[in-house]
């Protein structure tokens, strides 16, 4: 039952990228959609597939906690370098390409987390804090630098297609320019990211109260 809830859950979502106008956006107009969608793909799906393995599997996925920090935030900022951003948007074998990596990242980032079987998991504090907090600089810097630095490496953007007709709304409507969109792209980055590993953060403090509280009771039972 837990595995069919989260891994439907991961399936909507999914499906709400791809049958969305997100897609579109993402690929042909803004570079904020395309952060949207990568966010989405790589670090709220991947919290539900981790969540929705089933325990005989988890138990055996015991994934040293700097080699999924490394892949995790590999899969986090690598698709930002301009020449594999462009080729993604260029030619769909290279989006899909991306699209695993950033599944697969990010269910390797999870992993010591949140792994269904507990022994496998980091411990909440200060393990799983410095891991969250190490990303959360990484996605920092590169927020900020996607939003101070000009469009022009993301070229696709900046003379679209327009297939749907839309572009002057957007750009004048919506005032999302080159310009604002990549700004706007940067802080979704840095913010979206950073709140994702924020509440990781509370749930790892969540779960350092809860194993003392339970250890308290064990303690004084003990002395009964």
Partial sequence: ??????????????????LSPLELLATVYLSSAFVAKHLLLNLIVPFFLVLGLPHRIAKHLRVPALLAWIAGAASLVAWYVPSLYNAALRDPRVEALQVVSWL????????????????????????????????????SVVGLRLATMLPG?????????????????????YHMNPEDDQ?????????????????????????????????????????L
């Avoid at 393990?127 to 907090?133: A, P």
């Fill in 1 to 18: 039952m837990r595995t069919a809830l989260w891994f439907g859950v991961a399936a909507v979502i999914v499906a709400a990228i791809f």
């Fill in 104 to 139: 697969l990242g990010g269910m390797l980032l999870y992993l010591p987390l949140y792994n269904p079987a507990r022994p496998n998991r980091l411990k909440a504090v200060p393990q799983s804090i410095i891991y969250l907090f190490a990303l959360a600089v990484i996605a």
């Fill in 153 to 173: 490496p993301y070229g696709s953007y900046l003379a679209p297609k327009d297939p749907l007709h839309i572009l002057d709304i957007l750009q004048n409507r």
């Fill in 183 to 223: 700004q706007t792209a940067g802080f979704l980055f840095w913010i979206g990211s950073c709140l994702v590993f924020l509440w990781s953060v509370m749930i790892m403090f969540y779960r350092m109260y809860i194993a003392d509280r339970d250890a308290a009771k064990l303690a004084v039972g003990e002395r």
